[in-house]
């Protein structure tokens, strides 16, 4: 299969073939995949039926859009607009912002030039790496020049590159005519909340029109800017993605008013994301003890609003200058110094060779959990658990538990595997992992799963795993994620069926705190 | 009087740079930093501080009393 793939080059300009770019690259990972014949991929559905086929085609392909692409493909994000226009109860700009999941990191400010340097050297190593952002510290378009001289630039030498701002909106409305002059079809907003009401325990003070306003003005100028501009991206056919934060007691119930509005103004994609507080964090929920949602509450709420619109679960609140496949960071390989010193040589047709591999081996595989699908009974239809998955990417089981920094979830039913979210795991095994007081942590943050699939697991934390009531699973070690969990769960329905075990209800599990949330 | 920052309170967002009318804000050395000559205190241009008003950290742009108070022309 793909054997015809193009070169890639890399610094060194050597032509590839596509197997060795797919081992370059696990390489990269500390993973490999030969051995499996280089075929490293996984899929689900082609699009979804409730999709319009020209909003597919520009999504699938975008890490943080699409669900299935996120194995496959990769995004950047440079920090070139430090400043800010409104200030967010959950975001500390005294520290760093909101964007950043590890505190203590500081995000890499970079100037344009700098910005897209680094741009083209990531992705003429990475061949996956299609969509580059600009997101916090900061937002985007409080600091449109910088934005836009980095498009610019990076437009010029790579027109493949998909560009993406995340914004608060407030400035939206006035740069929305020049976005689209730049050819940028991604924009996410950040919408908390339509009712100023609301909006004022979130929002203390907005910037604008060379005046501070606070309470329920600035709410209600923000609300209005980031409607109209969500209006205006519509009008312009540019996908517009709102993100919002859930903060409860504030506005969770409310978030199923937000999600009717966004989704009346054409927004495609709603992405419900946990407050995450903790009183270090030096926010003002941090030290007010505003709590952040547990699983449960979180998933409860992004399935009251599934049926309105496409709900994005797989947000791993990345850091604003995180470079890789989502939830893997590689910046460390792509610092200024190491950039400046790079014969940096962009190889658009070899990029796109490799992008057309990708798509078609994804394609190929949906059929593997199709089959497996086929013959679930009906009769335990309305049976559903959580499964936690290690894996690094490309649709597989392939990581040890141990190594794990975060576990994909997937819900099983008799309708399938359905991906429901990620839980991040890194920050509680910071000591090293295998360490016995880390490991109570780990389960609480995937408590509510039967199972855990895993590439590898050391006897002892599979003896915890089982006293939790967690199942350890490596018989589908480096197999396909999907498929694997359809078999899981046709076993676990013998079992219940044989009265060998007892199907319940799972506990609630933690979300990690420690990280911000996304602007 | 003129404004000044408080280097150690900036986090060198660059938000009041281009806020300011008269160009009196500038970056050095890793913070902002305001020319206290080029400062009107905003008069004659808004009715408040922009680099105040602009600033996520408070009592980070502040007035500085080793200046006269400025006097419009
Ligand atoms: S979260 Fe983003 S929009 Fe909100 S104050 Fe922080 S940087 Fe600004
Ligand atoms: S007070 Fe006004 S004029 Fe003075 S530095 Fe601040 S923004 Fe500039
Ligand atoms: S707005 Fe405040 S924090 Fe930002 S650069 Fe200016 S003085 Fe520093």
Not at chain 2, 52 to 57: F, L, M, Q
């Amino acid at each position: 299969m793909n054997s015809h793939a193009g070169g890639v080059s890399t610094g060194a300009d050597r032509p590839k073939s596509m197997e060795e770019v797919m081992q370059q690259v696990a390489e990269h990972k500390g993973c490999g995949t030969s051995g499996e014949g280089g075929k490293a991929s996984c899929g689900s559905s082609g699009g979804p039926e409730d999709m319009d086929p020209a909003i597919w085609e520009k999504v699938k392909n975008h890490p943080c859009y699409s669900e299935e692409a996120h194995h496959h493909f990769a995004r950047m994000h440079v920090a070139v607009a430090p400043a800010c226009n409104i200030q967010c109860n959950y975001c500390n700009r005294k520290y760093d912002c909101a964007n950043e999941s590890r505190p203590g990191v500081v995000s890499e400010k970079l100037t344009p030039e700098q910005a897209a340097k680094k741009v083209l050297a990531v992705a003429s190593t990475i061949p996956q790496m299609t969509v580059l952002g600009i997101a916090g510290p900061g937002d985007p378009l409080a600091n449109p020049e910088k934005t836009f001289r980095t498009f610019e630039l990076v437009a010029q030498t790579a027109p493949d590159i998909k560009l993406c701002v995340s914004t608060n909106g407030l400035a939206l409305p006035e740069h929305v005519e020049r976005l689209s002059q730049y050819n940028i079809d991604h924009v996410t907003i950040t919408i908390n909340m339509v009712d100023p009401e609301v909006g004022q325990h979130i929002y203390p003070w907005i910037f604008w029109k060379n005046k501070r306003w606070k309470g329920i003005d600035a709410a209600r100028i923000l609300h209005e800017h980031q409607m109209r501009g969500l209006e205006m991206l519509t009008e312009r056919g540019i996908l517009c993605k709102v993100n919002s934060v859930m903060i409860p007691g504030i506005n969770d119930q409310h978030l199923v008013e937000v999600n009717k509005a966004v989704k009346s103004r054409g927004a495609f994609l709603h992405n419900i994301m946990p407050l995450i507080s903790a009183p270090e964090h030096g926010t003002v929920f941090g030290l007010n003890g505003q709590r952040g949602p547990t699983a449960q509450e979180l998933k409860a709420l992004q399935d009251s609003c599934e049926g309105e619109m496409n709900m994005m679960r797989h947000c791993r609140q990345c850091r604003a200058d995180a470079v890789g496949l989502l939830g893997e960071d590689r910046s460390a390989e792509f610092t200024t110094e190491k950039i400046e010193s790079m014969d940096v040589h962009y190889d658009l047709e070899g990029r796109k060779a490799y992008q057309a591999a990708v798509e078609q081996e994804r394609q190929a595989t949906v059929a593997a959990k199709q089959a497996e699908l086929a013959d679930l009974e009906a009769e335990f239809s309305d049976v559903k658990v959580l499964i936690a998955v290690a894996t690094k990417g490309h649709g597989r089981i392939n990581e040890h538990f141990g190594h794990a920094q975060e576990f994909q979830i997937y819900e099983l039913s008799t309708e399938g595997s359905k991906f429901v979210g990620h839980r991040r795991v890194d920050l509680y095994c910071q000591g090293g992992f295998g360490e016995e007081d880390t490991l109570p942590t780990v389960i609480r943050a995937i408590n509510d799963c039967v199972a855990v699939f895993v590439a590898k697991i050391g006897g002892c934390p599979k003896d915890s795993l089982k006293a939790a009531g967690i199942d350890p699973v490596d018989k589908y070690a480096h197999e396909f994620i999907e498929q694997s969990a359809v078999k899981y769960f046709k076993e676990y329905l013998a079992k219940v069926k044989s009265g060998e075990i007892v199907h319940a209800a799972r506990g609630d599990a933690d979300i990690r705190q420690g990280a911000y949330i996304a602007a | 009087m003129a404004f000044k920052i408080v280097t150690s309170q900036c986090t060198a967002c660059s938000a009041c740079e281009p806020e300011c009318p008269n160009n009196a804000i500038r970056e050095k050395d890793g913070t902002f930093v305001i020319k206290p000559e080029k400062c009107t205190e905003c008069i004659g241009y808004f009715d408040d501080p922009q680099c105040v008003a602009v600033c996520p950290v408070d009592d980070t742009c502040v007035i500085d009393n080793s200046y006269p108070r400025y006097v419009a022309a």
